[in-house]
């Protein structure tokens, strides 16, 4: 248990996040782009005192009042006594160079009466600038101690530590506007109806109510029937405040800043967004970062790829001509090893991805991309800001949906929810990649492009276009429950942090491997029983067949043939096989056969079960080969069509699977996930049924085309 | 005058706003009435626009900026 609770509270953009680190020594993910802080972040830190604290860091706010979702957690936090993070004292984060617009929330954060100072970050940034801040004076106005800091450098850390050690249990502030004078009736019923003493919470109650839970009902109807009977126009009240707010900054910050040159910061930043949001290099940028971005997914992780691959295909074949053989053995080798290998292979992949996309964010060319795709995503009922969930889709839908908080209008809000989850994710990778090497050669376009990279790409094109067709019959459905607002700060130009980006690739790869390795493996072993047994009585009946075969039998060459033969029964005369078999009617239109009607059923739950299923469906099948074929995917291109003898894996069939792959929500995760964002079953239903029936669709026409 | 009909090179100093909502919004982000705003750039597709205000960037549609009156 920590001495002392602390809650980091700040605009977006100021560097609170890296505070946050700096302070902890825990790292998450920071980005640039306003309110990426999504979820609630705890750590501890150790004060010269030799007391332990507790640091919170609660998402970027311009205001106690909130535009979104995300905003909101604020003053919840901060209103309720009882709530886990409630803190003993509060840290504002302002940044130096825009003190004016921050100390606005300092205000209203510091007439809730809780003991605070303030930390003025990037206080290097500020000087560089000419602007000058004399934080004496500023500290004897606002009645708190005032820190200078730079969290990007890691300067001023130990003074933050000191000044957080230091301060009293008793709020010192000094008072700045009257916030009785706004509705002195209003607030005067609530001090006396919630047993307060501070103004200004009784009128953020009037104002707040409907989001504090630790309201009965009973007290909800009794604050709206205050409101009513006082007229209290939450409106025209919160704009009076803010005007009221500001004047009183006015004075306070009258000769205290000094700003010499503020011109200076925006230079760079306005050239390179001269070329980034130029008219026409803009999109061109943008769709170079992306082709950049899909082209060293491929070209990059090959390496080590191929030497993951070969690895775990040594470790198996080692493992068989070693270990005795027995039950036990397949089960480690052909379930285990077999399911494990489907997933290491994907860390170089994931890793690449993850970095990259945390770059974008980091250097503020995500806000960009966002203020260039607004116009078209608004007619298709999105908003510019349902871009950064829809790119982030592209690595994992889970925390992409969880960052659609910041959509402020309900409406963008549930549309990019319910259409994130069709945007191809790195689970999606796996499959493609297997079926594209499988049936797209290997060769240059042009001399320059990738022919498989360039099939990936169109994959992820025709899912980011179904993405947006789906949204704009969505918009149409759903009525608006309040207006849409696209007003977002533009973040400067700033390097990436790198040592985020290693973190985010090292954070991102262990937790796939962890999550999704978890249920992989699990299936991989339940699959390898089912696959291995089946109902005893046609197992006993195979055996007998072969037996007595092979009694008759003395070519060698037959013998082999026969062994294979055998278990190519024996599999499909399994429990998996019967299972794939039920439902190999509803799937032959789409030009799939049982086995991947396996692989289907297996990665209801999680689609990336799909590589690890082919390949223990398909070590099984070939655990009796002597032959070389030990990698995946010469195994599962030499799949012959028992009954024609052509390859299973044609052009249409891969395509087709892809298309499936592409549209269907097989992700537990994404279900659990929209439905804790949603609060209701509603969204995660429809979203489940619409995106099989589509997936089912897709994959039908395009088998019958293509065969 | 409306901000949204100034061009990207242009400034004006804000009078007041015609949406209570918004204007609520806008000065928590620091566009206040007598301070002054230039038009940055416009999005790729003219929309939505970009602005300088308060010593930082701005981007907002233009039926935001429509109910920022300048003079």
Known sequence: MADLKVALVGNPNTGKSTLFNLLTGLNQKIGNFPGITVDKKTGFCKLPSGKSAEIVDLPGTYSLYPKSKDESIVFQVLADKNNSSHPDVIVLVADSTNLRRNLLLFSQVADLGIPMLLALNMADMAKKEGISIDIDKLAQRLGVQVVNISARKGEG??????????????????????????????????????????????????HQH???????????????????????????????????????????LSDVVVDTGAKKKFTLTDKIDAILTHKVFGFIIFFFILFFIFNAIFSWSSVPMDMIEGGFAWLTEKGHEHLPAGVLTDLLLDGVVAGLGGI????????????????????????????????????????????????GGIACAVPSIMSARNIESWKDRIITIMVTPLVSCSARLPVYTLLISLVVPDEKVWGVFNLQGLTLMAMYFISIIAAVLVALVFKFIIKAKERSYFIMELPVYRMPRWNNVLFTMYEKSKTFVLEAGKVIIAISIILWVMSTYGPSKRFEAIDAKYDHIEANSKDTVQLATLERDRAAEKLENSYAGLLGQTIEPMIKPLGYDWKIGIALITSFAAREAFVGTMATIYSVEGAEDDGGETRLRDKIGAAKDPATGLPIFTFATAFSLMLFYAFAMQCMSTVAIVYRETKSWKWPMIQLVYMTAMAYVAALIAYQFLK | MKLSQLNPGQKGIIVSFTDAEMAVKLME??????????????????????????????????????????Q
């Open chain 1, 157 to 206: 850390l130990p003074a933050l530590k000191q000044a957080i050690a230091q301060i009293t249990s008793l709020a010192t502030q000094t008072s700045s506007i009257d916030a009785k004078s706004f509705a002195p009736e209003a607030v005067a019923a609530i001090k006396q109806k919630i047993a307060t003493d501070n103004d200004y919470y009784a009128l953020q109650v009037l």
């Open chain 2, 29 to 70: 982000m620091g566009c206040l009435p007598g301070e002054e705003v230039e038009v940055e750039r416009c999005a790729p597709l003219g929309d939505p626009i970009a602005i300088r205000v308060a010593g930082y960037q701005l981007c907002l549609r233009k039926t935001e900026a429509a109910v920022i009156i300048i």
């Open chain 1, 210 to 252: 409907e989001h504090l839970a630790f309201f009965t009902d009973k007290e909800q109807e009794e604050i709206e029937a205050i409101e009513i009977g006082n007229g209290f126009d939450t409106v025209k009240l919160q704009g009076e405040e803010t005007v009221a707010r500001y004047r009183h900054l006015s004075k306070v």
């Open chain 1, 344 to 391: 290491v292979i994907f860390i170089p992949q994931i890793a690449i991805l993850f970095a990259l996309i945390s770059i974008l964010e980091d250097t503020g060319y995500m806000a960009r991309v966002t203020f260039m795709m607004d116009k078209i995503m608004r007619k298709f009922g999105l908003s510019g800001k349902s871009v950064v969930p829809m790119i």
